[in-house]
């Protein structure tokens, strides 16, 4: 859904899925060597926050494309989302 929040509508504003930002912090995640407890526990947050809402095949495709696949189980599992 679109919506103006200026009356200047040259403009747009992008924001992140709840989705991308779960892709995101695993990738960063998993790049920092799987160390960082604020990536992961927002990760959790996220998954538990929006839960069914969340889309799991577009979650489960960019996993796999991202080879985050195991670490997107590991935290759906811990936040006690089903896949």
């Known amino acids: 859904m679109e919506k103006n ?3 200047d509508t040259s403009q747009k504003l992008y924001f992140a899925t709840p989705e991308d930002i779960v892709l995101n912090k ?6 920092g060597g799987e160390v960082s407890d604020r990536q992961w526990y927002d990760v959790i947050g996220v998954l538990k926050i929006q839960g069914t809402q969340l889309d799991m095949v577009y979650l489960r495709q960019w ?5 985050i ?15």
């Open 5 to 7: 929040i200026s009356e």
């Open 26 to 31: 695993l990738e960063w995640y998993k790049a």
């Open 63 to 67: 996993a796999e494309e991202l080879s």
């Open 69 to 83: 696949s195991d670490l997107l189980k590991k935290a759906l599992g811990e936040a006690k989302v089903s896949l």
